[in-house]
């Protein structure tokens, strides 16, 4: 087996200690066993210390004993979206999905990925499953109402009048918005632009920096349920 210690940039001394212990330990277990399930484990150590090319190789390898094991297709598709394979990601998560539709964490990723490639149509869909699936994830919700909203401003915005506008419908004005903290607002707008035109760089980076945002300072306890 290659060296198990992580690799630079993860977290601290003690944090990466812990990391190559486990992957020691795994790597142990598959040695004495190579049809263990534990290769999925290993990837996923493998993937979280940054060795992105270990993690795919060894999930491939596993899949091709275990076609069916959908944690180590989850895990192959988070390595694929770590290395940009936006298309391999999206075929493992939908194989994932063929086999166990009621998989919430399949969808969650795939309406990542069809976000973030500027398809809200499929990405609402997918959160729309999340929702039924995981009613209490109150996120995945919201973003699937202002996906779903193609880009009307919410009732609540002190911005509603202006943004009923397609003149404001500008990646300017968006990150103007973005920059001021209005991430409701911004989102709405770079929501507009992308139902317009899918291929927007610059509107699918700028939603996806507001939609992380709005998921940061919910965790943080900017908004409470």
Known sequence: ?????????????????????????HEERLAKDPTSLAFAALADLYRKAGRTGEAIALCRDGLGRYPHYATARLILAKAYLTEGNAEGALEELNRV????????????????????SGDLDLAARHLDRVVALDPA????????????S??????????RKILEDDTFATVGFGTICLEQGLLDE?????????????????ARERLDEAVGARSQKRRGGGVKD
């Open 1 to 25: 087996m290659a060296d198990s210690a992580p690799r630079p940039g993860g977290g601290g001394i003690a944090e990466d200690a812990v990391a190559a212990s486990a992957i020691r330990r």
């Open 97 to 116: 999905v063929v086999q166990s539709p009621d998989d919430v964490q399949a969808h969650r990723l795939l309406a990542d990925v069809y976000r973030r």
């Open 137 to 148: 994830d109150r996120e995945a919700a919201r973003l699937r109402d202002l996906l779903g």
């Open 150 to 159: 193609g880009g009307a401003p919410a009732e609540g915005s002190g911005l």
């Open 186 to 202: 911004a989102a709405a707008i770079f929501i507009r632009i992308l139902k317009k035109n899918p291929d927007n760089r610059q």
